[in-house]
T-cell receptor, first 111, second 109 residues
Framework: DGGITQSPKYLFRKEGQNVTLSCEQN?????MYWYRQDPGQGLRLIYY???????QKGDIAEGYSVSREKKESFPLTVTSAQKNPTAFYLC??????????FGPGTRLLVL | DAKTTQPNSMESNEEEPVHLPCNHS???????IHWYRQLPSQGPEYVIH???SNVNNRMASLAIAEDRKSSTLILHRATLRDAAVYYC??????????FGQGTRLTINP
């Protein structure tokens, strides 16, 4: 069954801690994206990658980092520099200018 | 700053048509217009997209204004399962989608 998986569904972060959100896709898509969604708001682009070993900053990249070592994986690390990390994080993938398909999301909460 | 604008909320009755408007006044000539919908605590679901011509699929129809500064998503016969937040992002190069705040659609039985 093809699709995008995100884990965990819920993640708790302590002060000063880095946490990593997982995103995996088996759709063989070249492009992958990370978005942040705050309550009652639309999605904002954090990082995107159009090909393996390459990625670019989106509109709100500060306090986040990514890697793209494999085509199917695009993990997002929320660093301690991100002072307001509580949000719903969504991963998406797309192929060649076509539609983006979204994962189920990870909700990050700060303890 | 580039963005889309939509009404915060709309309400309709089951089995009636629904027309959801969207303004994207800063869109460029090659940016596709997309529509997604989102249920609470879920990822957005693709609905439809287009460039210049009106588009139809099994879920909905998309009407695009001639100047492309606005579009309308048409649900021909709303069901309770169509209740969601609807977004009309447009592409800003490299398939980067620009989202607004969306329209919360309520369907009355």
């Amino acid at each position: 069954d093809g699709g995008i998986t995100q884990s965990p569904k819920y993640l708790f972060r302590k002060e000063g801690q880095n946490v990593t959100l997982s995103c995996e896709q088996n759709l063989n898509h070249d492009a992958m994206y990370w978005y942040r969604q705050d309550p009652g708001q639309g999605l904002r682009l954090i990082y995107y990658s159009q090909i393996v070993n390459d990625f670019q900053k989106g509109d709100i990249a500060e306090g986040y980092s990514v890697s793209r070592e494999k085509k199917e994986s695009f993990p997002l690390t929320v660093t301690s520099a991100q002072k307001n990390p509580t949000a719903f994080y969504l991963c998406a993938s797309a192929e060649g200018g076509e539609t983006q398909y979204f994962g189920p999301g990870t909700r990050l909460l700060v303890l | 700053d580039a963005k889309t604008t939509q009404p915060n909320s709309m309400e309709s009755n089951e089995e009636e048509p629904v027309h959801l408007p969207c303004n994207h006044s800063t869109i460029s000539g090659t940016d596709y217009i997309h529509w997604y919908r989102q249920l609470p605590s879920q990822g957005p679901e693709y609905v439809i997209h287009g460039l210049t011509s009106n588009v139809n699929n099994r879920m909905a129809s998309l009407a695009i204004a001639e100047d492309r500064k606005s579009s309308t998503l048409i649900l021909h016969r709303a069901t309770l399962r169509d209740a969601a937040v609807y977004y009309c992002p447009y592409e800003r190069g490299a398939q980067k989608l620009v989202f607004g705040q969306g329209t919360r659609l309520t369907i009355n039985p």
